[in-house]
């Protein structure tokens, strides 16, 4: 039952257009959401994370979106470049039976930028 | 600057072999976790510790052991390994716990059970 849930498996984007990455979450008592990028043989990296209380947050090029409502967010990649090209994960926190939070992973998009 | 150090990177075991993923880190964090991720799939994570001598399980725990001696080492442990534990596995790291600080993973250990 995966609580956060990307159904996109995979995007091809044209470089220099936009890329918009989508998560959903089930469990309405998350708080907060984080994007973690990854390489081929490389572990993940965080990239952007996003609270609650907001429904945006910018860094640069990358700008994450929250419709708490919807229970949706999103990731904007302007403009996109064959650099982007990775697997991107969402995550949220999850109270642990041992109470501490823990993350808990979507299963990732294959974000590819076309030169 | 080396953050967080896993080896072997790659390993093929045989079922039934035992086998130790080590991992350390450098930046003097409490918390540590122990991922595997499957293809197609999510990090799930196995084992987390909160700090040395601290650890609870994660949502897949089965088929694997941890313990955390010392802040900076938390390895990971197969005992009678199986096809189902091939996967790669990704140690990570934070300051604080894992939600709202940014977790530090290492390159990941890709693991083939024969």
């Known amino acids: 039952d995966q609580q956060v849930k990307q159904n996109s498996p995979s995007l091809s984007v044209q470089e220099g257009r936009i890329s918009i990455l989508n998560c959903d979450y089930t469990n309405s008592m998350f708080d907060y959401f984080l994007w973690y990028k990854k390489y081929p043989a490389e572990g993940p990296t965080f990239l952007i994370s996003?609270?609650?209380?907001?429904d945006k947050n910018e860094d640069g090029r990358f700008t994450v979106f929250l419709n708490k409502s919807a229970k949706h967010l999103s990731l904007h990649i302007v403009p996109s470049q064959p650099g982007d090209s990775a697997v991107y994960f969402c995550?949220?926190?999850?109270?642990?039976?041992?109470?501490?939070?823990?993350?808990?992973f979507g299963s990732g998009t294959q974000l590819t930028v076309l030169p | 600057n080396a953050g967080v150090t896993q080896t072997p990177k790659f390993r093929i075991l045989k079922i039934g072999q035992s086998m130790t993923l080590q991992c350390t880190q450098d930046m003097n964090h409490n918390y540590m976790y122990w991922y595997r991720q499957d293809p197609g799939m999510g990090l799930k994570l196995i084992y987390y510790?909160?700090?040395?001598?601290?650890?609870d399980k994660g949502e897949v725990p089965n088929g694997y052991n941890v313990s955390r001696s010392t802040t900076e080492d938390f390895p990971l442990r197969l005992e009678l390994a199986a096809p189902s534990q091939t996967s790669v596995y990704f140690c990570a790291s934070s300051l604080g716990q894992g939600g709202h600080t940014e977790a530090f993973f290492g390159q990941g250990t890709r693991l083939t059970v024969v």
């Open positions: 510790s909160v700090g040395a001598g601290i650890t």
């Open positions: 996003i609270s609650s209380i907001k």
């Open positions: 995550a949220s926190p999850l109270i642990s039976s041992g109470s501490a939070r823990q993350l808990t």
